[in-house]
């Protein structure tokens, strides 16, 4: 059976953050062969091309990271009907310099969480123009626009049972996206 390393860019910094909560619940829901780890970018320097040939060591680490996995899980929140700046920042940092990125080729899921009644419709949008750009194929269906809302999450912090269904099919997607693009 083969082990795939998945590399989970969560664009929120908040320490309560839905997002985040997201991501640790969803990942239950997983096949044991997929192993997914957060992605630390709370200490990226913001991006400047004058560094490009001498990165500092934490973006040194974020592109080792995702240089390793096998996927990538993006679970992001929606700011001003956009992507965070901490996540783009993310994204052009482990892009450069140009030729050498750390995310071409991988295969993406995208999601995420809003108390807004469409959830993060706009950033998810915006996210995979992005990702396009830098040849990340990304799973296209089904998308998730996810409300927080009472019984999103149980009192365990997992998914709670009125979403369960949906985002186990999410997973199950997202499961069989990686493996086309890796096996």
């Known amino acids: ?5 998945i590399a989970v860019i969560v664009g929120s910094l908040r320490k309560d953050s839905f997002n985040r909560a997201l991501a640790s619940a969803i990942v239950k829901l997983a096949p044991p062969e997929f192993t997914f780890t957060q992605v630390k970018i709370r200490d990226l320097p913001l ?19 995702i240089k ?3 996927g990538l899980l993006f679970v992001t929140p929606e700011y001003n009907r956009s992507i965070p700046g901490v996540l783009k920042n993310a994204l052009d940092l482990a892009s450069r310099p140009y030729g050498q990125s750390a995310w071409a080729g991988k295969p993406a899921g995208v999601i995420g969480v809003s108390v807004g009644a469409i959830g993060t419709a706009l950033a998810q949008q915006h996210l995979r123009n992005v990702l396009a750009y830098l040849d990340v ?25 009125a979403s369960k269904q949906f985002l186990q099919s999410w997973m199950d997607r997202y499961v069989e996206w990686v493996k ?4």
């Open 1 to 5: 059976m083969s082990q795939y390393q």
């Open 47 to 65: 991006y400047n091309q004058d560094n490009d040939g001498s990165p500092s060591e934490s973006v040194k680490r974020l592109k080792h990271e």
């Open 68 to 70: 390793a996995a096998q």
């Open 137 to 161: 194929p990304t799973l296209g269906q089904p998308e998730a626009f996810i409300q927080a809302k009472e019984g999103l999450f149980d009192e365990s912090g997992n998914i709670g049972a």
């Open 180 to 183: 086309k693009h890796v096996d």
